[in-house]
């Protein structure tokens, strides 16, 4: 279940976290992730002190992922996708899309249907249906 977050509302919305994990990838891919925590200055993420990998991985592949967890198990994640640009020592992250996430509540198996209040089952037409026949 996710519910997205305007960017203006971005700093607002990150005070309810301790830190982020930043995510980079390798130039074949491998994931990397780094606990870091980061501010908000006008509209960029600002990271103090990347390492050398995280350096590496941005030269090859600019896009990058910051995931705040959850304090609490039912609280939502937030994730933020970004490009990033390394400046010195600093990080700069501009953010294109910002949501809160968490998983979909577990169905109550005393209720009607499988998948609980987060989801819709749909209907599979049969092909008699689906072509007019009776």
């Excluded at 982020?20 to 130039?27: D, K, N, Q, R, V």
């Excluded at 039912?74 to 933020?80: G, M, N």
């Excluded at 490009?83 to 577990?106: F, I, N």
């Excluded at 198996?109 to 007019?132: N, R, Y």
């Amino acid at each position: 279940m996710s519910i997205p977050v305007e960017l203006q509302n971005l700093a607002e919305v990150m005070t309810r976290y301790r830190f982020a994990y930043l995510l980079t990838a390798s130039a074949h891919g491998a994931p990397h992730a780094v606990a870091v925590v980061p501010r908000l200055e006008g509209s960029v993420l600002v990271i103090d002190g990347i390492g050398r990998r995280t350096r590496d991985n941005l030269i090859q592949q600019p896009a990058v992922g910051l995931i705040w967890p959850p304090r609490e198990e039912s609280d939502y994640s937030l994730i933020v996708d970004g490009q990033a640009a390394p400046d010195g020592e600093l990080l700069r992250v501009t953010p294109s899309r910002a949501v809160l996430h968490r998983p979909a509540r577990r169905p109550d198996p005393t209720e009607q249907g499988a998948c609980g209040s987060d989801c819709v089952e749909l209907k599979v037409p049969t092909v008699a249906t689906s072509v007019g026949l009776p």
